[in-house]
């Protein structure tokens, strides 16, 4: 029996997890305040105690390295706003999706990956061939079925880079 495109997305999703896990298990507070390189995109801490995130509405030349607490924020931030717009619910603004700070950065992110499994487990495949909007342009024709399968391919692309920069820390601080 062939497998179905929702099957098949989630055993995507499950495998990128599964492979970011790995990396995730091992950070530690002081990786995700790492700055790799003195240009660096990160999540500072603001005047009311909240964390708040580099950001350019244009990408500036040359790009910032962005921290692992920049890749977990951004993780946070797509995820949310993909969530929202599934689920039907405000579509939350940039500057309200906030980093939970160093310690709680992995379980913030944990947290959306239960919600995220949620949402996949109330698509149907029918469901899969509805339009959506987020995050290209309205009239792109993409569906529901690209906006996971972006997810997944976001996902995959920032916990690799994030565990790229810890594997990097690390070998630093053996050298």
């Given at each position: 029996?062939?497998?179905?495109?929702l099957?098949?997305?989630r055993?995507?999703?499950?495998?990128?997890?599964?492979?970011?896990?790995?990396?995730?298990?091992?950070l530690?507070?002081?990786?995700?305040?790492?700055e790799?390189?003195?240009?660096c995109?990160?999540?500072r801490?603001g005047?009311?105690?909240?964390?708040?995130?580099?950001?350019?509405?244009?990408?500036?030349?040359?790009?910032?390295?962005?921290?692992?607490?920049?890749l977990?924020?951004?993780?946070?931030?797509?995820?949310?706003t993909?969530?929202?717009?599934?689920?039907?619910?405000?579509?939350?603004e940039?500057?309200s999706?906030r980093?939970?700070?160093?310690?709680?950065?992995v379980?913030?992110?944990?947290g959306?990956?239960?919600?995220?499994?949620?949402?996949?487990d109330?698509?149907?495949?029918?469901?899969?061939?509805a339009?959506?909007?987020?995050p290209?342009?309205?009239?792109?024709?993409?569906?529901?079925?690209?906006?996971?399968a972006w997810?997944?391919a976001?996902?995959?692309?920032?916990?690799a880079?994030?565990?790229?920069?810890?594997?990097?820390?690390?070998?630093?601080?053996?050298g």
């Amino acid at each position: 029996m062939a497998e179905s495109r929702l099957d098949l997305l989630r055993w995507q999703f499950d495998l990128t997890w599964a492979l970011g896990e790995v990396h995730l298990a091992e950070l530690t507070p002081d990786d995700f305040r790492w700055e790799p390189g003195p240009l660096c995109w990160t999540v500072r801490p603001g005047g009311d105690g909240e964390w708040i995130a580099d950001w350019a509405d244009t990408e500036p030349t040359p790009i910032p390295v962005p921290t692992m607490a920049w890749l977990s924020w951004h993780i946070g931030w797509w995820w949310s706003t993909t969530m929202d717009h599934l689920l039907g619910r405000p579509v939350r603004e940039r500057e309200s999706v906030r980093w939970p700070g160093p310690d709680g950065a992995v379980a913030w992110l944990t947290g959306l990956r239960d919600e995220w499994l949620t949402v996949l487990d109330g698509l149907t495949e029918e469901g899969l061939d509805a339009p959506s909007a987020y995050p290209w342009p309205e009239d792109a024709g993409l569906t529901v079925a690209h906006q996971v399968a972006w997810v997944n391919a976001e996902l995959m692309k920032n916990l690799a880079e994030i565990g790229q920069q810890r594997l990097a820390r690390a070998a630093q601080q053996a050298g």
